[in-house]
């Protein structure tokens, strides 16, 4: 039941930083060794800013100043409670950036696309925001029949947080909602469901 | 769908000497009522009758394009041109009717944009006095540095005198390092333009890049530039029945028009892609921002208004 090859669907690959660029930004969602989620640090001559969400309560935000390997500038940590935490930074931080500024993004698709979104609201053009997939699969679902997100779904079908329908999730991924859309799976046999899978670990 | 009409008919309603070398033109529809509507950014292509042949040179128009009573251009006199601006400056009088094409434009504003800068030189002013109206009439901000010679930093001051001296800066120097400052400051969803010489644009640009803007966010204005010049060749009209020399001072377009072919075209800048025609032979040398590599590679198909012929003959479906 699950519609694929739509093209709206995301196709991600692994993050690079862009030399053209005068200051980074990385984000992920999870503590990850900055290596491993991007390449090209080693060198990089353009201060680094590396954001990540921590999920504990025991850290406290601040930047950390950290010598970077070969001759490359400073990168600067931080490390925050959750990824509200993460988002609110950012959306001050992007409010004060001047045009330079790489930002990148990896960790779940929810996170990803959120920040995409912050992005592209403060003036980032997609050529100046990357972002990679990392972590679980499971996604946001967009009611496309009364507009209410559904997070953490894993289920080929899932119960709307709104109205309660059934909606079947498809690939078809909305940028703007940051969400895959979901249709009502028994819109034309009242209570007919398909069997549900676990399809998004 | 009816075809309209191509050409209009402008009656010149002030012809106004600037400096010596600069002219500034109103034009009103010569039947009455508003001109076609048009973007900021957006040119006029005039029919100039000059000995010999018709030259189609394209202006920025000047004019708030939300303002349809008149069509207003700027024209720089230029020795040793065609003989366009000469005809322009010398011979067009208030009350003569010039044809012109319909406004077309390949310069227009990005309107996602949340701020404008604009880098200009000399008489390249023109678009962004465009730009300049429509940014003040809904409030977006914009700055704008403008580099000329010392003896007509009074003339672009005299154009721009109406808008806030903060956000117009000339400049008569020839360096553009002051550039670094302004480029390094601006905030995100700023776009940057630029018009004038071909030197001055490629250095703001080169400098924009090195401060870590992308592409996407630069853009530049050059007319004709692509279209003019190269070896000349022999276009063979295969369906007329009709072999057309291209000079090397003529686009492949105007040699067919000028040979009473009816050819296909609207940007005349190597951007709409309708112009293109197939190629029978020959291999053309491409100048269109159009056909992407695979098309190019090709050889089987060419936009007439700017690009060319690498062999001495080409032979047209047309």
């Not at chain 1, 059934?166 to 034309?188: C, K, N, P």
Request: glycine share 10%.
């Amino acid at each position: 039941m699950l519609i694929s090859d739509i093209k709206s669907r995301p196709v991600y690959e692994r993050l690079s930083l862009d030399g053209a660029g005068r200051r980074h930004l990385v984000l992920s969602d999870a503590p990850r060794p900055l290596g491993e989620v991007i390449d090209g640090t080693d060198g990089a001559g353009a201060p680094l800013g590396y954001w990540i969400v921590a999920a504990t309560s025991a850290v406290d935000a601040q930047p950390q100043a950290e010598a970077a390997p070969g001759n490359a500038a400073p990168v600067e940590r931080r490390a925050f409670r959750a990824a509200s935490h993460l988002l609110d930074r950012l959306s001050h931080r992007l409010a004060q950036e001047t045009v330079g500024l790489r930002l990148y993004a990896i960790g779940e698709e929810g996170f990803i696309w959120d920040v995409a979104r912050m992005a592209r609201e403060a003036g980032l053009e997609p050529s100046e925001c990357f972002t990679a997939h990392a972590g679980s699969l499971r996604r946001k679902v967009f009611c496309v029949h009364c507009k209410t997100v559904t997070s953490g779904v894993t289920t080929s079908l899932a119960v709307c947080e709104g109205c309660g329908a059934h909606l079947v999730v498809r690939d078809h991924f909305s940028r703007t909602h940051a969400a895959f859309m979901g249709v009502q799976a028994d819109a034309e046999a009242p209570g007919e469901l398909p069997a549900v899978e676990e399809v998004f670990p | 769908m009816t075809a309209r009409p191509r050409i209009m008919a402008l009656r010149v309603a002030a012809a106004i000497p600037l400096s010596p070398t600069l002219k500034a033109f109103t034009f009103i529809p010569a039947d009455g009522g508003l001109v076609p509507p048009s973007g900021p950014g957006a040119h006029l292509r005039l029919n100039l009758p000059v000995p010999g042949r018709t030259l189609k040179n394209a202006y920025s128009l000047i004019s708030n394009p939300q303002d349809r009573s008149h069509h207003s251009i700027i024209v720089r006199r230029v020795a040793g041109s065609k003989g366009g601006s000469a005809f322009l400056h010398e011979e067009v009088q208030d009350g003569d009717v010039i044809e012109a094409g319909l406004p077309a434009n390949l310069f227009p504003v990005v309107r996602t944009a949340r701020r404008h800068l604009m880098v200009s030189g000399g008489i390249g002013l023109t678009p962004f006095l465009a730009y300049i109206a429509a940014f003040e009439a809904a409030g977006t901000p914009w700055e704008l540095h403008h580099f000329c010679r010392p003896d007509e930093r009074s003339v672009f001051e005299g154009l721009l005198a109406r808008y806030p001296a903060s956000k117009v800066n000339i400049h008569c120097d020839v360096d553009l390092a002051v550039l670094e400052e302004v480029l390094a400051r601006q905030p995100l969803g700023t776009h940057f333009y630029t018009c004038g010489p071909a030197l001055l644009m490629d250095s703001a640009i080169e400098r924009a890049a090195a401060l870590g803007w992308p592409r996407s966010r630069l853009h530049s204005e050059s007319f004709g530039g692509a279209a003019e010049g190269g070896e000349p060749f022999i276009a063979v009209l295969r369906r007329s029945g009709l072999e057309v020399m291209v000079g090397a001072d003529t686009s492949l377009l105007a040699a067919i028009e000028a040979a009473g072919v009816e050819a296909p075209c609207l940007c005349r800048g190597g951007a709409c892609g309708q112009c293109l025609i197939e190629v029978a032979e020959g291999i053309p040398e491409h100048r269109d921002h159009f056909l992407d590599g695979e098309e190019r590679a090709s050889n089987r198909l060419i936009m007439t208004c700017v690009s060319r012929s690498r062999t001495a003959r080409l032979v047209l479906d047309l």
